[in-house]
C-alpha cells in the first residue's frame, strides 16, 4: 500500500512510476494524489507497465485524481473505488485479500493496513468543556493503529446531549470566553502519520430560545447551546386571590408591597422533563412587564425560594422600541417561581390589637424615634440642629443671667 502523494513529469502512479520488467504485483493499494505532466503516462497504480502481471489492487479514485489504474498495460486486475468503497471489507475480501492474518481494517473508517504493523493507541472522547463522557456509545471506536488513518465517527457520541446539534470534534477543548467554535482545530480524521494516544473534545450547539406568554407579558430568551433544540417552556402568570398565588406570597420574604406580581418559569426537554440551563454556554434571561402602578425605579426581581432566603437578581429595565412597554429584565441559571416587587408601594396590614401599622420602603413608621433610608438620615439631621440651637440658647441664657 501506498499512501502520500506524488508528482513528476511522466510516469507517475501512486504505488511504481514506470516498469519495464515483467514483474507480479498482487493484493496492494494506492490513495495518494498523483499529478503528472503528461496525462497519457499517470496512473492510480502505477504510471506506466511493460507486460507485468497485476492482479487484486486498487486505487481510491477520490484522493488519487486518477480515473485509470496502470497506463500501456493490457494484463492487469486493478479495480477504481471511491473513498467509501475503500474503507469496507467487503471489496477487498472479494477480491481475496487474507484478513485472519495479514489485514486488518476499521470498518468504514479506515483503508486495509497490515495486521503486523498493528500499534495501537487509544481515543479518549470528552465533552467541548473537558469533562468526561460518561456513556460513551459502545459503536464508537476508542483505539486506532499507527499508519492505517481513521475517520473519526460522525454519530453523537453519547445520548447526554439528544436535542442538540452535533458540530464534530476539535483538538482542544472551549473555555467559557470562547463559544464561537474558532478554539482550536477541528479534527475529521487521525492521519496516518499520527501517533500516540489521542483525546478529542466533542462540541455542540443549539437554536437560540425565545418563548413568551400573554402578547410578551412574561418572556424566556436564551442563547445558543443554553437549551436543547427540542425545549418548550411555560411560563404563568399568577393572579393576585387565588390559592397558588397566596401560597407562593407566603413564601416571599418581602411582603410589605401592595404591588407584586408572581410568575412560574419552567423549561422541559423533548421527554417533558424540567431542565435548567446550561450555564456553560450562558444564562438565560427572563423579563417580565412592568404594570402601569409599579415604579421602574423602585421595582426588584427576586427568586423566591421556599423555606430560604429569596435571592435578588441583578436587573434593568428595558424599554419596547414599538409599544413603549417597561419590563424588568434579569439574567437567570435557574428556573423557578420569581416575583416583582415595587419597593415603593405601601401596604396596610392589620395586626392582632386592631391597629394598624404603614410600611414605606421597607421601614416601620413607629411615631419619634430613628429611620432607615433616606428619612432616616434627615430625621438625625434635624435632632441635631434642633439640639444645637437649644445648646446655643441655653449658653446665652446662662451669660445674661
Known sequence: MLIGNVSGTESIGGLIGGNNDKITVTNCYATGLVTSNDSNFAGGLIGRDTGSNITNCFFDKDTTGQLTGVQNSDNVNVTGCTTASMKMKSVFINAGWDFSTIWSIYETQSYPYLTSNHIEHSISYKNYDGSNITNLKNTII?????????????????????????????????????????????????????????????????????????????????????????????????????????????????????????????????????????????????????????????????????????????????????TGAKYIEGNTNHFSPYAIVDNSSKATETTGSNTAKTITNNTVNRGIGLYTGDRGVMTVFIVLIISIIVLILLVRYKRVK
Open 142 to 322: 476508542t483505539t486506532y493503529a499507527e499508519s492505517a488513518g481513521f475517520t473519526l465517527p460522525v454519530a453523537v457520541p453519547n445520548d447526554d446531549m439528544v436535542g442538540y446539534t452535533f458540530l464534530g470534534y476539535w483538538d482542544s477543548q472551549l473555555d467559557s470566553k470562547n463559544l464561537s467554535f474558532t478554539s482550536g482545530n477541528q479534527i475529521t480524521k487521525i492521519l496516518e502519520t499520527a501517533y500516540g494516544d489521542i483525546t478529542v473534545y466533542a462540541r455542540y450547539t443549539s437554536d437560540t430560545f425565545n418563548q413568551n406568554v400573554n402578547g410578551r407579558e412574561a418572556y424566556i430568551y436564551a442563547p445558543s447551546g443554553v437549551f436543547p433544540n427540542s425545549a418548550t417552556a411555560t411560563i404563568k402568570i399568577l393572579q393576585s386571590g387565588t390559592s397558588d398565588y397566596q401560597a407562593l406570597l407566603d413564601q416571599l420574604d418581602n411582603k410589605d408591597s401592595s404591588n407584586i406580581k408572581i410568575i412560574e418559569f419552567d423549561v422541559f426537554d423533548k421527554d417533558g422533563n424540567k431542565i435548567q440551563p446550561n450555564t456553560f454556554f450562558g444564562n438565560a434571561t427572563i423579563g417580565i412587564e412592568l404594570p402601569e402602578s409599579f415604579s421602574a425605579d423602585n421595582t426588584s426581581l427576586l427568586r423566591i425560594i421556599t423555606g430560604g432566603t429569596d435571592i435578588e437578581l441583578t436587573s434593568k429595565i428595558v424599554v419596547d422600541p414599538l
